[in-house]
């Protein structure tokens, strides 16, 4: 069975710009949860998507953005990119909801970088 | 103050040491425990999750949660090179999300 995948791994955009991830969850899964990770703040939750609605916020800016196809496939946009956005970005899939007790299944992340 | 605290390290031990990590957390609503364990390169994968407070224990590993103290911690045993990695303490409220800690990175020497 495969992974999570994203896509791409590895980006490089100036200021200003903006930037779209993606993300594919394992096939059957329903669940589609956006993360932000970086040395100074660790794991940030971003939101979660469930059947093309998003059910969950974290405390980011409206710059960053996010939606879920019917087959469950996943992007998220960061539009006015800034250099506090250079982070690894990862995507987690789960079956349901990704209530506490359902376990999520990372993707190996997008890096980016902002110039 | 950060609603879960863990220690960056980081950390290197001996292979066979006994590993100790540990994170502490403000929020006394949160009711599920995990640990995630990440590679470099890679995205984290669950290691071991509690529901409340106690004991868990799954081959060389033990998570422990001790809700009075606001404190949880992950021991490794027998610790092994391929054990390097980042470990991160994961907790959440009922149908909450998820609050990562910091991560320990974790480097086990031959």
């Known amino acids: 069975k495969a992974g999570v995948t994203q896509t791409p791994r590895y980006l490089i955009k100036t200021r200003g710009q903006q930037v779209t991830l993606s993300c594919s969850p394992i096939?059957?899964?329903?669940?589609v949860s956006w993360y932000q990770q970086t040395p100074g703040q660790g794991l940030q939750f971003l939101f979660e998507y469930f059947s093309e609605t998003q059910r969950n916020k974290g405390n980011f800016p409206g710059r960053f953005s996010g939606r879920q196809f019917s087959n469950s496939r996943s992007e998220m946009n960061v539009s006015t990119l800034e250099l506090g956005d250079s982070a690894l970005y990862l995507c987690?899939?789960?079956?349901?909801?990704?209530?506490?007790?359902?376990?999520?299944?990372f993707g190996p992340g997008t890096r980016l970088t902002v110039l | 103050q950060k609603e879960v605290e863990q220690d960056p390290g980081p950390l290197s031990v001996p292979e066979g040491a006994i590993v100790s990590l540990n994170c502490t957390y403000s929020n006394s609503a949160f009711q599920y425990f995990m640990w995630y364990r990440q590679y470099s390169r890679k995205g984290p994968e669950l290691l071991m999750y509690t529901y409340s407070s106690g004991n868990k224990e799954d081959g060389r590993f033990t998570a422990q949660v001790d809700k009075s103290s606001k404190y949880i911690s992950l021991f490794i045993r027998d610790s092994q090179p391929s054990d390097s990695a980042t470990y991160l303490c994961a907790m959440s409220a009922v149908g909450g999300k998820l609050i990562f800690g910091q991560g320990t990175e974790l480097s086990v020497k031959p």
């Open positions: 096939s059957g899964h329903r669940s």
């Open positions: 987690a899939s789960s079956l349901i909801l990704a209530t506490s007790t359902d376990t999520q299944y």
